[in-house]
């Protein structure tokens, strides 16, 4: 992986560049609360064992929720690139087939240039994301810094070329619990996977196999 998680992540980056959202009307991107989050299915709930959210304001609620949904996207990404990464590997069409192994050693093997290629995209593409969704470290005040604006929903970075994303509030709220779902579970595969190989030394593919 990590040259094709790095590369698929690069895929999904690249939503950075899209224009900023326009103000949203759904109850979706309406007052931000703990009570009208979506993200909580039965039999948990609103997951929140150790009370970070309610202990949080409405401003540090949803720099949490960026968070999580970010990181749950890089994971999706992430997952998708050992699979894939692992199982192209060897492949003439890939670097001369120059890159094996672990998908935790790709990145390593990435021949001279592309890897500064990778990190200069991905900076230019998460500079663009915070230009649409933070508010400009010079406009906040000194006690609060990295604020996101007033009316950006996190990760609502106005990325949607398929025109997926409903009109309809609620199918809106499923919409996104179900991304949300999805990432929790990627985050802790692309852990599971992360430790693996690092462990034995093995791609995961190899385990599949095995």
């Known amino acids: 992986m990590m040259k094709l998680a790095i590369a698929s992540a690069l895929v999904g980056s690249a939503a950075a560049f899209a224009p900023a959202p326009t103000a949203r009307t759904t109850s979706a991107m309406s007052a931000f609360t703990v009570d009208n989050m979506p993200g909580a299915l039965a039999p948990m709930g609103f997951f929140d064992p150790l009370g970070f959210a309610e202990k949080a304001d409405v401003k540090t609620l949803k720099r949490y929720r960026e968070a999580e949904v970010t990181h749950g996207r890089v994971a999706m990404l992430a997952v998708l690139g050992f ?11 890939l670097f001369d087939a120059q890159i094996s192994g672990p998908a935790i050693t790709h990145f390593t093997q990435v021949p001279d ?22 508010v400009d470290p010079a406009n906040a005040s000194y006690d609060q810094p990295g604020l996101l604006r007033d009316d950006y929903y996190p990760g609502d970075i106005g990325f949607d070329p398929l025109g997926l994303k409903p009109e309809d509030p609620a199918e809106l709220d499923l919409m996104i619990t179900k991304e949300l779902q999805n990432g929790r579970l990627a985050m802790l595969a692309a852990a599971g996977f992360l430790a693996q190989e690092a462990v034995d030394g093995k791609g995961i593919l190899e385990h599949f196999s095995s």
């Open 83 to 93: 699979l894939v990464g692992e199982a192209v590997e060897g492949s003439s069409f």
């Open 113 to 134: 240039g592309w890897d500064a290629l990778i990190i200069t995209f991905i900076g230019a593409a998460e500079a663009q994301r915070a230009q649409i969704g933070w």
